[in-house]
């Protein structure tokens, strides 16, 4: 092909590739009408409604966070446990091999801890700022460790530790025994960030770290001295508890749920509904800590029926429990978590487009990119992601899905890399994995397939019966009669899932419960009676 031919090609495919991307951004421009089910332009901008859902029942906390109603995402913890991620545990070595350059440390849970010799710049790599050299510890057996965890176990693996102990803060993270100063990416301005940074390295010892976060740009000099020293006194009460600790005690806990959200939220909040009264005096208490959200904003939720069912979320919340997943223009995907890593398929489903296969594979794949980055947030989940988009032949158009997966998964709070897609079409990314998944509160291993499927967890079917049962009472009825599944009833009194509302809001109703040994798991019936004798099986028990 003469040269001068090969130049008008790539000039006619540049200039393709740039109409395609003007026409990606045009798209990015587009609001849906839910009213009138139909894409169009929006001339205005409109404001996003953030608002947070606190609740807690059965020994768990759940909170919820919405935009425009819609969920973004959600955090799961156990009052009795809480989260082990951040934890500090004084450990010992049990044995070290060589070979994998790490170290394997009792800390006192079900599995020994993994603990890289070899911790260097990748743990702070999601910060800018000057890092030092690769640490390498030398660790014999029996050798006692004060150890913090980054990683939460999972499945047969044990929880993965550093000695890099870290203290987060609302302005700063503090690294007592780690030479480094960063600072958050999302600070973009120069000065600003020139000078948090002089400001944090005045505040650091020889040998010590700070990174500087998001929330510090509108912080005052005081309050972030004020945090410095605070964080610094919490790591000297570390150091005087772990001095006569037995191994395996946790020496420093993570925050509960509440204080690690209102902590680490950027304000902009339009509203802070709680669901529980206790709980709702702690955040209550949180938010008057605060300077930027207003604790008129705080409201206890207060309705006969229960709060998630009251504002739309209870069906939202279900939804994530499904491996299929709608798209807006009838598409859909396919969300597959395994032990190594979550696969993603994308389908078009009943999307047919307006032109051709080429720009409805398009279209779709644009789409998906959008609620993949979503879906990844709100289910927490880490790790290694595998895309399979529908096969695209256009380049444009696979450069300009892989741009907008990039775009979204930017606006994510936590870590991700993306990697370009291939010419099968499969893109691939990591996220940084902060907390335990979804799936692990609102799913257990299916007894009936030996294990390679999933019902509805225990916990979750609780959250879902005890919902119902409130908008029972609320339709003016005295008496619920529950069926359900024999084992989950037993689950129910055992667990004492329902004991605190027994005591408490619910009070005086009667609430009785008819296990069934041939219904499903998933299976109940719920209705109310307000009989004055109520017919009931031989089988039926009261509520406690």
């Known amino acids: ?57 059965c ?64 743990q702070l790599n999601s910060y800018d700022g000057a890092v030092g050299s690769a640490v390498r510890r030398t660790l014999k057996e029996g050798d006692e460790v004060l150890v913090q965890v980054e990683k939460l176990p999972r499945g047969s693996k044990g929880a993965k530790v550093t000695c890099g102990l870290s203290f987060v803060g609302k302005t700063l993270i503090y690294l007592p025994n780690t030479d480094f100063l960063g600072i958050s990416r999302k600070i973009t301005d120069p000065a600003i960030r020139e000078a948090l ?36 006194r919490i790591y000297r009460s570390v150091l005087e508890a772990a001095r006569t600790a037995p191994v395996g005690t946790a020496v420093y806990r993570e925050w509960a749920l509440p204080v690690k959200v209102m902590r680490d939220s950027l304000g902009g909040v339009s509203g802070i509904y709680v669901g529980d009264r206790e709980l709702y005096e702690r955040v209550l208490h949180l938010a008057r800590m605060r300077s930027d959200i ?114 979204v998964l930017s606006e994510d709070r936590s870590k991700c890399r993306t990697s370009p897609m291939n010419e099968l079409c499969v893109a691939l990314f990591t996220r940084k994995r902060t907390n335990n998944e979804l799936k692990s509160f609102m799913l257990k291993p299916c ?15 609780a959250m879902r019966i005890r919902s119902e049962i409130i908008d029972t009472f609320a339709k003016g009825y005295r008496s619920v009669i529950l069926e359900l599944n024999h084992e989950l009833m037993e689950r129910i009194f055992s667990e004492g899932y329902f004991k605190k509302d027994v005591e408490g809001g619910w009070r005086g109703r009667r609430i009785y419960l008819v296990g069934h040994r041939t219904f499903h798991e998933e299976k109940y019936t719920v209705r109310g009676d307000n009989s004055p004798v109520l017919t009931l099986p031989d089988t039926a028990r009261l509520l406690y």
């Not at 609001?31 to 332009?41: L, V």
């Not at 390295?201 to 509108?218: C, M, P, W």
């Open 59 to 122: 020994g768990t906390q759940l909170v919820v966070y919405t935009e425009d109603r819609r969920i973004v995402e959600v955090g799961v913890e156990s009052d009795r446990g809480g989260d082990l991620l951040g934890n500090i545990y004084k450990g010992r070595v049990m044995n070290v091999v060589p070979g994998m350059q790490a170290a394997f440390v009792n800390c006192g849970m079900e599995r020994n801890c993994y603990l890289p010799l070899d911790e260097g710049p990748v």
């Open 294 to 407: 207003d604790e008129k904003k705080v409201v206890l939720h207060t309705g006969e029926r229960s709060m998630f069912s009251d504002f739309g979320l209870s069906e939202q919340v279900y939804e994530l429990s499904n491996t299929h997943v709608p798209l807006e223009n009838g598409g859909y995907l396919v969300i597959d978590v395994t032990e190594a890593m979550t696969v993603i398929d994308v389908n078009t489903g009943k999307y047919t487009g307006d032109t051709d296969l080429e720009n409805t594979v398009f279209h779709t794949n644009l789409q998906a990119a959008r609620e993949i980055a979503r879906q990844v947030r709100l289910r927490n989940i880490g790790g290694i992601v595998a895309v399979d988009f529908i096969d695209m032949a256009d380049e444009a158009h696979r450069a300009a899905v892989d741009e907008e997966l990039a775009r």
């Open 197 to 232: 940074l002089k400001e944090a390295d005045k505040l650091r010892d020889s040998g010590q770290g700070f990174i500087v976060r998001t929330a510090a740009e509108n912080a005052t000099k005081r309050h972030i001295k004020t945090e410095s020293e605070y964080l610094k």
């Open 447 to 461: 007894p009936h397939c030996t294990r390679e499927g999933y019902v509805l967890s225990d916990l979750y079917m």
């Open 1 to 57: 092909m003469p040269p001068s031919r090969r130049g008008i090609i790539r000039a006619r495919s540049r200039l393709f590739y740039l109409k395609i991307k003007k026409t990606l951004e045009k798209c990015r421009g587009l609001c849906y009408n839910r009213r009138e089910k139909h894409f169009g332009e929006a001339n205005v901008k409109k404001e996003c409604k953030k608002e947070w859902f606190f609740d807690r029942f």
